[in-house]
């Protein structure tokens, strides 16, 4: 039996964004708007020397444009602007000089660095798309630069060049790809449960101060659920710890089938698990816990020819009434889930009850 594919609502994805994180891409446009002024002066310089004033002129105001971008850079919240407003000018003066051979007659090897720069500092998708024109303009600039293949000398010039673009673009392509999986997979593992494939307990308190952040902010009502099933140790002891795994996974799925797409369902650990539910009022709230309830209570797993049933105490916090702190969410949720349980288990709890004890003893945890 498989692990039940967790559906996360809008707002809640685990994916990261592709490329290096943003404090690196900050970094490294830092260093390269640097680095570039001051390389650009030496070449000015040289070009002064060759009597190219105009374009030495061009090479000082951008030097000294890059020196202004350095420092803004530093606290700019304008980061990706900020880089395609270096690589847009840098990938055009590449191109630029690739047809003026007087000024620079080795300048198509910069094609070579246009998706290195691109998928380091855009990712994958936003890499391909800008450096992929620039590369074939750069290509098809050093092809009117040779004038034309007159001879197999120009036409393995030209070749170098459009197989040495090619490779590099393939290769940085596949290896940005390979990277971005690994590094998906890792954020996986690391806000997944491997048993259920719902939410772990860690990424389930990301989404619950998200949510009460976002629910604030547009006043909508949401509710914390914890639930845990009741009696599972006899479970694990009388059918062994394969069977308690598979009902679990049995549960995890009738919570992610039964709930809506706005929801969240996480294993806080153990046999207990909490729901986030999203612009839903108390009466509601009851409601749907309800036909949870009532459909976990009705779900069997057949088990070496013994059908094994379990059902689950809720404890549910509701904003409108407990107030948005995600502690006190928690502590109102579990001490109602231990009073359902002492109660008389396989209820739904959504209001406290001083005739029962609410604090949770080993005993009834345990069972």
Not at 184 to 195: E, F
Request: glycine share 8%.
């Amino acid at each position: 039996m498989t692990a039940p594919r967790q559906t996360y609502p809008a707002g809640t994805s685990v994916h990261y964004r592709p490329g290096l994180s943003d404090s690196h891409r900050r970094l490294l446009a830092r260093w390269l708007y640097i680095v570039t002024a001051v390389s650009l002066v030496p070449f000015a310089l040289l070009q002064i020397a060759n009597g190219h004033t105009t374009l030495a002129f061009a090479e000082l105001v951008a030097s000294a444009l890059l020196a202004i971008g350095f420092w803004r850079l530093g606290h700019s919240r304008y980061l990706q602007r900020w880089i395609y407003g270096y690589l847009i000018p840098l990938f055009t003066f590449f191109n630029i000089i690739i047809i003026v051979p007087e000024a620079s007659i080795s300048a198509s090897i910069w094609v070579l660095m246009m998706p290195v720069l691109s998928y380091l500092l855009l990712g994958k998708r936003q890499g391909l798309l800008l450096c992929l024109p620039f590369m074939i303009g750069g290509c098809l600039g050093y092809l009117y630069f040779l004038d034309s293949i007159h001879s197999a000398r120009s036409a393995i010039d030209f070749l170098n060049l459009l197989l040495g673009s090619t490779l590099m673009l393939l290769f940085i392509h596949l290896y940005e790809q390979r990277r971005e999986e690994t590094r998906q997979r890792l954020v996986n593992m690391a806000q997944t449960d491997p048993l259920t494939g719902l939410v772990n307990r860690n990424r389930f308190h990301e989404l619950l101060a998200r949510t009460i952040a976002e629910c604030r902010r547009s006043n909508i009502p949401y509710a914390l659920v914890v639930l845990d099933l009741d009696r599972f140790k006899q479970v694990n002891d009388t059918f062994g710890h394969d069977a308690g795994d598979r009902l679990l996974r049995l549960v995890s799925r009738a919570l992610t089938e039964r709930l809506r797409g706005t929801d969240t369902v996480g294993r806080l650990g153990g046999e207990e698990f909490g729901l986030l539910l999203r612009d839903v009022a108390p009466d509601d709230t009851v409601q749907l816990i309800e036909e949870v309830r009532e459909r976990i209570a009705e779900t069997r797993l057949s088990y070496r020819g013994d059908d094994i049933a379990v059902t689950a105490s809720f404890g549910i916090a509701h904003s409108a009434r407990d107030g948005h702190q995600a502690d006190t969410l928690f502590r109102i949720a579990d001490r109602r889930l231990y009073q359902g349980k002492r109660g008389g288990r396989n209820v739904v709890e959504s209001g406290d009850n001083p005739a029962v004890e609410a604090t949770p003893s080993k005993d009834v945890a345990d069972v």
